[in-house]
């Protein structure tokens, strides 16, 4: 099976990508989830929305701002560096810059910022599981050369679907994590702190099939993010442990 169609439909001369509106929709499933479990977390519909529409597009910014510093050698030009509708975000940046956005927006609000990151958190997940079929229609984010009979065809070669094996991860993730977070028997900053761990555990392995990897010299840069983040879950899950519940 090879990829589809990238182009979804066409509006005024402008081809409107698959790519763009699955993480749309990944976006706005994650808000509209947020805003229905906010009271569980002591916290508006009007704070969530606030926190979203600051954190959504500097997110976005993140991620591409992130893919392009370590593609520098590929962007020559401003407007190839601004065109991110043919692909080219990193999730590792989008989480940095959105995780940031939280912190700052709760401090000024007088919101605890590890309050919202799980309030949030498990529909990240669910928007990646979406969002990760926008590189199924753009032929990237797959693997190396594979005979198994999921492989999809890219190029004339059968390659594994990473992409695939990270939606299906990322689903059963926010099934986990929403469970986890629903029965409120944990402390704040533990459910990104899960996040963190089990997230990164996936990427590492899958990361490892993946043929368009972004490095950091002779290692490959969502390895080394992955790794970091295992550890930092691990000190956030302890630490979090020792400060009151929710």
């Known amino acids: 099976m090879g990829h589809p ?14 790519y763009g509106i699955l993480i749309a929709c990944g976006m706005l499933t994650a808000v ?9 977390h002591g916290i508006t519909d009007e704070d969530v929305l606030d926190i979203a529409i600051w954190m959504l597009p500097i997110g976005v910014i993140g991620a591409r701002l992130y893919y392009v510093l370590f593609n520098l050698d590929y962007y020559k030009t401003l407007s190839s560096m601004l065109d991110i509708r043919s692909g080219g975000l990193a999730i590792h940046g989008g989480l940095i810059f959105g995780v940031l956005t939280v912190i700052v927006i ?19 997940a669910l928007a990646q599981s979406i969002g990760r079929w926008g590189n199924f229609f753009n032929g990237e984010a797959h693997g190396g050369p594979t005979d198994l009979p999921w492989g999809i065809m890219v190029d004339g070669v ?3 679907p990473t992409f695939l094996y990270e939606s299906i991860w990322c689903l059963l993730l926010f099934i986990g994590l929403s469970w986890f977070n629903n029965n409120k028997r944990y402390a704040n900053g533990q459910t990104l702190a899960l996040y963190c761990i089990f997230y990164s ?3 590492f392995f899958v990361e490892a099939l993946r043929t368009d990897s972004l490095m950091i010299g002779p290692f490959k840069q969502a390895q080394v993010i992955s790794l970091c983040a295992v550890v930092f879950g691990i000190f956030l899950y302890r630490y979090a442990s020792t400060h009151k519940r929710i």
């Open 106 to 124: 709760c401090r000024r609000k007088g919101i605890d910022p590890l309050n919202v990151s799980d309030l949030f958190i498990p529909t990240v």
């Open 158 to 160: 059968r390659v594994h």
């Open 32 to 40: 509209l989830l947020s805003c229905k479990r906010a009271p569980r």
């Open 5 to 18: 169609d990238p182009i979804a439909f066409t509006i005024f001369g402008i081809d409107i990508r698959w």
């Open 201 to 203: 555990l996936e990427r």
